[in-house]
C-alpha cells in the first residue's frame, strides 16, 4: 500500500502565490508518475500537472506558465508552486502517484483564491 501526505494549500489572495507538497511511503511498484489534479465545487476532478521519473512534465492549459510541477525523487516527493493565482483555482487539490499497479490519491488540500 502506498501513502500519500500533502502538505500547504490555504487562503491566498488573487495574484498570490502558494506551494504544495506531497511526500509518497510506502510499497511503490515500478517506475512511477506523480502529479496534481484538483475539484472546485460543482466540477469534475481534472488534472492540473503531472511528471515523470525522469522529469517529463505535462500541464493543463489553464496553468501553464503559471504553475511549476517538480519533484525529488530520493524523497518520493513531489511539489507544486503555484504563481499569479486566480479565483477560479479555488479547488481541493489531490496528490496523485501512479505506479504499475495503479494510481493512489492523497486526501486533498484546499485552495481557495479570493478576487
Known amino acids: 500500500q502506498v501513502q500519500l501526505v500533502e502538505f500547504g494549500g490555504g487562503l491566498v489572495q488573487a495574484g498570490g502565490s502558494l506551494r504544495l507538497s506531497c511526500t509518497a511511503s510506502?510499497?511503490?511498484?515500478?517506475?512511477?508518475?506523480m502529479g496534481w489534479y484538483r475539484q472546485g465545487p460543482g466540477s469534475q476532478r481534472e488534472m492540473v500537472a503531472t511528471?515523470?521519473?525522469?522529469?517529463?512534465?505535462k500541464y493543463t492549459d489553464s496553468v501553464r506558465g503559471r504553475f511549476t510541477i517538480s519533484r525529488d525523487n530520493a524523497k518520493n516527493t513531489v511539489y507544486l508552486q503555484m504563481n499569479s493565482l486566480k479565483p477560479e483555482g479555488t479547488a481541493v487539490y489531490y496528490c496523485?502517484?501512479?505506479?504499475?499497479?495503479?494510481?493512489?490519491w492523497g486526501q486533498g488540500a484546499q485552495v481557495t483564491v479570493s478576487s
Open positions: 511528471i515523470t521519473i525522469g522529469n517529463t512534465t
Open positions: 496523485a502517484l501512479t505506479d504499475a499497479l495503479r494510481r493512489y
Open positions: 510506502g510499497d511503490i511498484f515500478g517506475i512511477y508518475t
